[in-house]
């Protein structure tokens, strides 16, 4: 079946603009992840979307930093503002259910963001 | 402190040969999970394998295998017979049992398999 998927592949913008980034997950996964990855670095936790239940924003590394979620399907994360140092992929990862060390996560090829 | 370890940021490998990579991670969370992924420079995360802590056996999934080891806090991948395709970054991850869901990374191993 489709897996993730992520728009645009690629966004370059110039700083201070506003920029979206879109998350499709994978049919019937419920829980929903952004994750933030620099170059060179390991992943960053940004935000999580499980169901109808209130976000876990606990990652967002300032407020210019949002994100939405319509039900269990798309995502947009929302960077206001846009600094050089967000320049990074952007990652986007679903999973069945959240709760459970077990659940695996699998994640979209990414948006990469640079702000120049 | 870091919850998950990577020491090794570069690694090689011949071959054909069989390869570890290393990973130590730190939680008092009696309920927790281990993951392997790799990323090639395509940039997409690959799901390899998982550990769960109350697992008894150490997970294996074709070429890959988990090294567990609870006492010490380890959880070393083993490949073996690698291939030129698994030059990539690999990266460790633990998901606490309390959390909200979201995974811890290691800052990864870049691993190159020599021919």
């Known amino acids: 079946g489709a897996g993730v998927s992520q728009s645009p592949s690629n966004k370059v913008t110039e700083k201070g603009k506003d920029v979206e980034l879109r998350c499709d997950p994978i049919s019937g996964h419920t829980a929903l992840y952004w994750y933030r990855q620099r170059l060179g670095q390991g992943l960053e936790f940004l935000i999580y979307?499980?169901?109808?239940?209130?976000?876990?924003k606990s990652g967002l590394p300032s407020d210019r930093f949002s994100a939405e979620r319509t039900g269990e399907s798309v995502s947009t994360l929302t960077i206001q503002r846009t600094q050089q140092e967000d320049s990074a992929v952007y990652l986007c990862?679903?999973?069945?259910?959240?709760?459970?060390?077990?659940?695996?996560?699998?994640f979209g090829p990414g948006t990469r963001l640079t702000v120049l | 402190a870091q919850k998950i370890t990577q020491t090794q940021p570069g690694m090689f490998v011949q071959e054909k040969e069989a390869v570890t990579l290393d990973c130590t991670y730190d939680t008092s969370d009696p309920s927790y999970g281990l993951f392997w992924y790799k990323q090639p420079s395509s940039g997409e995360m690959i799901f390899l394998i998982y550990?769960?802590?109350?697992?008894?056996q150490n997970a294996t999934e074709g070429r890959y295998s988990l090294n567990f080891q609870k006492a010490r806090k380890s959880a070393n991948l083993v490949i073996s017979a690698s291939q030129l395709g698994d030059s990539a970054m690999y990266f460790c991850a633990m998901r606490e049992g309390r959390s909200q869901g979201n995974l811890i990374f290691g800052k990864g191993t870049k691993l190159s398999v020599k021919p």
């Open positions: 990862a679903s999973s069945r259910r959240v709760g459970l060390a077990t659940d695996t996560q699998y």
């Open positions: 550990q769960g802590s109350y697992d008894q």
């Open positions: 979307f499980q169901g109808n239940s209130a976000p876990d």
